[in-house]
């Protein structure tokens, strides 16, 4: 199964229905350098759309965009962006969604979104985070910690400890970062130490 957006940072997807969302949060400009934003413009909004509806396994003529889809989406994805690292930012007013609960012939529960194209994508994607929640998978999508990067990963390691999407680059980026800042710093004290008169 082929996840557009998170394949183009050459990411691996999230498991199951979080894979949905990982992608969505791949359609973000990041990494370095940054790549396109997909929902900047409704065609590349909509064939991002198209792809990852077919991945999901559901028809993509179901979900169509207009142009006023866009903004409210990117609202939502910088919310879901600002909790994957633990922050609540009450400056990010999340677009809101209404589920129908129904029986099928099957007897199975159905929740499906109501509304336009950007209010059923959005219920469909906070129920998969709800979903992911629960199963406590949610903890494990996250941004990588490098502010240069910020490519969203799901995190496979056994103690979830991970905060770099790739440990070659971003990881050894911060690490010699920081090692640099602390050689500056102990220069700066070496050199204030010697400009202190002898008593």
Excluded at 70 to 85: F, G, H, I, N, Q
Excluded at 104 to 133: I, K, P
Aim: proline fraction near 5%; charge should be negative; glycine fraction near 8%.
């Amino acid at each position: 199964m082929t996840w557009s957006a998170t394949a183009r940072y050459g990411t691996d997807a999230a498991p199951g229905q979080l894979a949905f969302v990982h992608d969505f949060l791949s359609t973000a400009p990041v990494g370095h350098p940054a790549l396109t934003d997909l929902l900047d413009d409704l065609g590349p909004a909509q064939s991002w759309l198209d792809e990852a509806v077919r991945a999901r396994g559901a028809d993509p003529a179901e979900v169509k965009l207009g142009s006023d889809d866009l903004a409210p989406l990117k609202r939502l994805r910088s919310a879901l962006l600002t909790s994957l690292d633990g922050e609540a930012d009450v400056t990010t007013s999340a677009p809101s969604a209404k589920l129908s609960i129904s029986l099928d012939a099957n007897g199975s529960v159905q929740l499906d979104g109501e509304g336009g194209a950007a209010a059923r994508l959005t219920a469909t994607l906070l129920r998969d985070v709800y979903d992911a929640q629960q199963q406590g998978t949610w903890r494990r999508l996250k941004a990588c910690r490098n502010p240069s990067c910020r490519i969203v990963f799901f995190d496979r390691s056994k103690n979830n400890s991970r905060v770099w999407d790739d440990l070659a680059t971003c990881g050894n980026r911060e690490h010699l970062r920081t090692f640099r800042a602390r050689q500056r710093a102990m220069e700066s004290e070496g050199d204030a130490g010697s400009l202190t008169p002898d008593r």
